[in-house]
């Protein structure tokens, strides 16, 4: 039987045997270069050594004799500690090999890291980008980036040890500011902060209105004010309050309640007066250290027109009478076949008097025109059903079938009107005449029974109602 003896590095006793050794098999050097030996103790064998690839740069072994291995470690400039191996082996020997592990202490390096500028400072627009310098020792890199709160407006482009930074406009007045973190690969050496504060917006303080003429008519009887007009403001870096001209001037306008200050809204009493008026709107700047001068707009009311109407309230008709006249062929004045009606109503206390008036109380007299109508077989003439509309003023006494006949005659008498108008009389004596320009009546009829409602309206506004129900007894003129 044949016998296999194993042999290491570390030798065996008894029959001398191949082997090797090596001592010592763990070096230890300081971070500055060095060199150690190792001593080789081979018995019946060639040895080789190699160093590990992973070391080579900063380890390496030289055979010196066949008894010795001179060890050098080149200077070790990190931190971090390190270590290699280096293999002897026994050439074809079966012996196995030894392996001498070599550490490197790290070396005692001094971090820093500064940042130059620290603090950067732009304008509110227009700014240009600005650069930092990044300083460091012992080998530390390191990471930049912007806090949140200011991402949105500050960018960073790296490029080496520089970092450009540059800031969005600024869209408010008021500064902002905000940190860019730099972070060193040693945690030990700490965050460090750029500082980016940013003015506000430059604001040039301006205080301007338009329009800075304002005309309003006279109003209209049926409202107290006229239809409100705006004045946009425009006001930067102040404020402002209002003064009026002529003191006065509260009593007939009106500043409505707003709940922006880029705008005024205005409105006017109705001028009931034969002459116009006016007044200046001053815009006050209240910082008078600005310089901004205060704006003026000029406000002006149209004198109320002549009237051909003397009514001062609206007139609610209470009918008790009505007298009612119809010339049945073609007049002269209607566009087509018709028939002419007058209309007399009359109110309580007021007289007919053949179409003169008298007593007291109110009148409303209508000349219209219907189609052409003729008497029934009992004689009797019947106004059509329908809506009667006031002709307009270029018509003059000329009507279609379903007019009123417009007043057009300026000069009329409140006893003897032209076209549709209203009157009131005190003890005989006219003491209201009001030519009506616009409106309707409405007839209506259930057997011989009428409903005449009316809706017309003077050359104010005031309005003139009423209903009248009951026979017609038309007459023939």
């Not at 304002?214 to 004010?225: A, I």
């Not at 006001?235 to 006065?248: E, K, R």
């Amino acid at each position: 039987m044949a016998a296999f003896l194993m042999v290491s590095c570390e030798g065996k006793s008894g029959t001398e045997q191949p082997s090797l050794e090596v001592s010592p098999e763990a070096m230890t050097f300081e971070a500055g270069s060095g060199t150690q030996q190792a001593a080789v103790t081979a018995q019946g064998v060639e040895w080789t050594h190699e160093v590990a690839a992973e070391a080579a740069e900063w380890l390496s072994a030289e055979r010196s004799d066949d008894k010795t291995l001179t060890v050098t470690v080149a200077e070790n400039p990190a931190p971090e500690q390190r270590s290699g191996r280096i293999t002897v082996s026994a050439e074809g020997s079966g012996v196995a090999p030894c392996v001498i592990t070599v550490t490197q202490q790290a070396a005692d390096v001094a971090y820093g890291l500064t940042l130059e500028p620290a603090i950067l400072e732009f304008a509110g627009e227009g700014a240009p980008a600005q650069t930092v310098t990044v300083v460091t020792q012992g080998g530390l890199t390191w990471t930049a980036e912007p806090e949140e709160a200011i991402a949105g407006w500050v960018t960073l482009a790296v490029e080496g040890d520089k970092i450009t930074v540059t800031a969005a406009d600024n869209p408010e007045t008021a500064p902002r500011s905000g940190n860019i973190v730099v972070t060193p690969s040693v945690e030990s050496v700490g965050q460090k902060a750029i500082r980016v504060v940013q003015t506000g917006k430059e604001v040039i303080p301006e205080l301007s209105a338009t329009p800075t003429e304002l005309t309003f008519p006279c109003g209209d009887v049926t409202s107290e004010y006229t239809e409100p007009q705006t004045i946009q403001v425009t006001a930067v870096g102040t404020t402002w309050h209002l003064m009026w001209s002529i003191d006065n001037a509260g009593e007939w306008t009106d500043v409505m309640p707003n709940d922006t200050r880029d705008e005024i809204m205005l409105r006017l009493k109705r001028n009931g007066t034969a002459e116009p008026r006016t007044a200046s709107l001053f815009i006050v700047p209240d910082n008078d250290e600005l310089g901004l001068q205060t704006v003026e707009v000029k406000v002006t009311q149209e004198a109320a027109p002549e009237y051909r109407s003397n009514l001062t309230e609206n007139v609610e008709l209470k009918v008790t009478q009505l007298v009612s006249l119809i010339r049945p062929g073609q007049g002269s004045g209607i566009e087509g076949e018709g028939s002419y009606w007058t209309l007399t109503i009359l109110g309580p206390d007021a007289e007919y008097n053949g179409g003169m008036g008298g007593g007291t109380g109110d009148r409303l007299y209508i000349h219209m025109a219907s189609t052409l109508i003729e008497p029934n077989d009992d004689g009797v003439y019947e106004l059509p059903e329908g809506t009667y509309t006031v002709a307009t003023a270029e018509k003059e006494d000329k009507v279609a079938p379903g007019e009123l006949i417009y007043p057009f005659n300026l000069n009329a008498s409140a006893m003897f009107p032209t076209g549709t108008t209203y009157t009131r009389l005190e003890n005989g004596t006219y003491t209201v005449n009001a030519p009506l320009v616009s409106g309707t009546m409405t007839v209506s009829r259930s057997g011989d029974t009428y409903t005449l409602q009316f809706d017309f309206k003077d050359d104010q506004g005031y309005t003139v109602t009423g209903t009248y129900e009951g026979p017609l007894n038309a007459q023939r003129a």
